[in-house]
């Protein structure tokens, strides 16, 4: 149990378009999830916190209009990177906090590898 | 959030235990220490937490002393399969936003 998933696995798009990444909690409800980003041979790190139904939290230094989270529902959330250029170009994973566990123990998706040419 | 030190790569050998240590000096009262692995283009997966003493599961064991300003993780007998980055994190309880502060993490590298 306590699976999420990532949609799509791996993109790559023109500089200037915008690109969704989908993240699904499958079989548990996730009142939190967090955004993270990674650039080779580099930690993880953490971009945003959102919480079902309302507005994320972005860390410093992290452009909410560039990055656009939503969270609908207790088993979506989407990032929305706008205007992407090449510097945009990681690894983006998100994690999920299962409704009935502590923050402690967090569900990390698979990551999407994001590609701006 | 207090801040992990740990070594920032360490070689093995398959079947051998590796123990990889972490120190976290400012731990609050009621943080948990959480470590994570984490596979080339994957995302991390949970492996272990504590709060103190020994915690073993089917994966690892972790070891906290008393004072908890460090902490080991000790996997047994490893294969090339656990060749991946761990990270060790510490984390505050339930109630708090709850954010994972990742380190640079240890770069295991298991040898046949």
């Known amino acids: 149990g306590a699976v999420v998933s990532q949609h799509p696995s791996r993109v790559i798009c023109k500089s200037g378009t915008s690109v969704k990444i989908e993240c699904r909690s499958l079989d548990f409800q996730a009142t939190t999830m967090f955004w993270y980003r990674q650039f080779p041979k580099q930690s993880l790190m953490l971009m945003a916190t959102s919480n079902e139904g309302s507005k994320a939290t972005y860390e410093q230094g992290v452009e909410k209009d560039k990055f656009l989270i939503n969270h609908a529902s207790l088993t979506l959330s989407t990032l929305t990177v706008t205007s992407a250029h090449p510097e945009d170009s990681s690894f983006y994973i998100c994690?999920?906090?299962?409704?009935?566990?502590?923050?402690?123990?967090?569900?990390f998706g698979p990551g999407t590898r994001l590609t701006v040419t | 959030l207090a801040k992990t030190t740990q070594p920032i790569s360490m070689d093995s050998y398959e079947g051998q235990e590796v123990n990889i240590t972490c120190s976290h000096n400012n731990i609050a009262t009621n943080d948990y220490i959480t470590w994570y692995q984490q596979f080339p283009s994957q995302g991390p997966r949970f492996i272990i937490q504590?709060?103190?003493t020994k915690v073993t599961n089917e994966v690892a064991s972790l070891f906290i002393p008393a004072d908890r300003k460090s902490s080991t993780l000790s996997l047994p007998r490893v294969s090339l399969s656990d060749t991946a980055v761990y990270y060790c994190l510490v984390v505050p309880p339930g109630g708090s936003q709850g954010n994972l502060i990742f380190g640079k993490g240890t770069k295991l590298s298991v040898k046949p």
């Open positions: 994690s999920a906090k299962h409704r009935d566990r502590g923050y402690h123990e967090q569900y």
């Open positions: 504590g709060y103190k």
